[in-house]
């Protein structure tokens, strides 16, 4: 059974940082693209980061520089620092895994809740 874990969550003050984990268990992370996407109240989910099965980062243009992605192969875990928080940047974050081989096996996590607020 596949699982995707996300934890970090927090509520954090403007100008702070926050690290995510999506920790993962019945797959290899390494052998996955694994996104970082949010959903804001009443919007859209949106592409935040994405790091390939071979290590390559992309990132929605509107937030390089402010959060990294970056993956623990020995823990099986992606990561996604944000630093220089907003207060848009509140939302539910969730990760997403797509296997390398076939689209058709994605799996989501639950979220976890990140709030921007002074």
């Known amino acids: 059974q596949v699982q995707l874990v996300e934890s970090g969550g927090d509520l954090v003050q403007p100008g702070g940082a926050l690290r995510l984990s999506c920790a993962a268990s019945?797959?290899?992370?390494?052998?996955?693209?694994i996104g970082w996407y949010r959903q804001a109240p009443g919007k859209q989910r949106e592409l935040v980061a994405i790091?390939?099965?071979?290590?390559?980062?992309s990132y929605a243009d509107s937030l390089k520089g402010r959060f990294t992605i970056s993956r623990d192969n020995a823990k099986n875990t992606v990561y996604l620092q944000m630093n220089n928080l907003k207060p848009e940047d509140t939302a539910v974050y969730y990760c997403?895994?797509?296997?390398?081989?076939?689209?058709?096996?994605?799996?989501w996590g639950q979220g976890t809740q990140v709030t921007v607020s002074s």
């Open positions: 997403n895994a797509v296997s390398k081989i076939s689209s058709s096996y994605s799996y």
């Open positions: 019945g797959i290899i992370v390494s052998i996955y693209h």
């Open positions: 790091i390939t099965s071979g290590g390559s980062t």
